[in-house]
C-alpha cells in the first residue's frame, strides 16, 4: 500500500522539485500540496482520505507551518509530521519536537534521506536523524533543561520498561516482538498502554518524554 503525503510549501518551485523526486520511488504517491498554513488545513480537512505523512515548511507566509501543526495535532493526530525546514537550529527542533513532529530534516537533506524518513515514520512513528537526536541529547545535559512533571508517580512493569527502550532504540514493531518473544499484537498494547501512562499523544511524544525524565538511557 502506497504512503500518502501531503506537502506544504509557500515555494512553489520547491513543491515542484519535490513531487518529481518523490515521484521516482515506488509506494509513495503526494497527494495533496498546499502552499500555506490555511490552505493545508483547508485541503485536509475537505480531504476524504487522510494522509499519513505531512512534509511541512516552517515558515509560510499567513498561517504558518509551527501554527498549523498545533492544529494537525489536535485535529488530526494519525498525520505524521515531517518538517522540512531551511531553520536548522536547536530551538526550532525542540520547540517542532515539542509539538509532536516525527522528524525534522533541512531543505539541504539528500532525497534519499527524504524517502528514508518518510518511510521510518510510517513504519515506527517517529524517525530522528543523527543531527537531530544529537540535538535532544545535548539538551537533556543542558542547564536550562526542562525535566517534564507529572503530578503522580509513573509506575512501569519490567516489560513495559523492556518496550520503552526498544522503542526509543528505533525498533519496530516486529522488531521489538521477535527480540521479547511477544506477538505484534501484545506489543502495540504495550505501546498504548505506555501513551496512557506517560501522558504522550505519539510516539516521538513517548520518546522525548522518556530521555528527558530518565526513564530510558540510550546506549552508546
Keep these: 500500500m502506497d504512503i500518502l503525503i501531503a506537502l ?7 513543491r515542484r522539485g519535490m513531487r518529481l523526486i518523490l515521484e521516482d520511488y515506488p509506494g509513495l504517491q503526494i497527494v495533496l500540496e498546499a502552499e500555506n498554513g490555511e490552505d493545508l488545513l483547508a485541503k485536509i480537512r475537505a480531504s476524504d482520505e487522510l494522509p499519513d505523512v505531512l512534509l511541512l ?3 509560510m507566509p499567513g498561517m504558518t507551518g509551527i501554527e498549523a ?3 494537525i495535532r489536535r485535529e488530526f493526530p494519525s498525520i505524521l509530521i515531517v ?3 531551511s531553520h536548522f537550529s536547536k530551538a526550532f527542533i525542540l520547540n517542532m519536537i515539542e509539538i509532536g513532529a516525527a522528524a525534522y530534516l533541512g531543505k539541504n537533506a539528500h532525497p534519499d534521506e527524504v524517502v528514508e524518513t518518510i518511510r521510518m515514520v510510517r513504519e515506527k512513528g517517529f524517525y530522528y536523524n543523527a543531527s537531530v537526536m544529537e540535538v535532544i541529547r545535548d539538551n537533556l545535559t543542558g542547564k ?3 525535566k517534564p512533571q507529572r503530578s503522580f508517580e509513573v509506575v512501569l512493569t519490567s516489560r513495559e520498561k523492556e518496550v520503552l527502550q526498544l522503542i526509543c532504540e528505533e525498533y519496530t514493531t516486529q522488531e521489538i516482538a521477535d527480540k521479547l518473544f511477544i506477538s505484534n499484537r501484545t506489543v502495540e498494547g504495550h505501546r498504548n498502554n505506555l501513551l496512557s501512562k506517560l501522558g ?4 516521538a511524544g513517548l520518546v522525548v518524554y522518556a530521555l528527558q525524565s530518565g526513564l530510558v538511557k540510550l546506549r552508546s
Design 8 to 14: 506544504a510549501d509557500d515555494e512553489a518551485l520547491f
Design 57 to 59: 515548511d516552517l515558515k
Design 69 to 71: 501543526a498545533e492544529v
Design 83 to 85: 518538517v522540512v525546514s
Design 144 to 146: 536550562n533543561t526542562i
Design 200 to 203: 504522550c499523544r505519539n510516539t
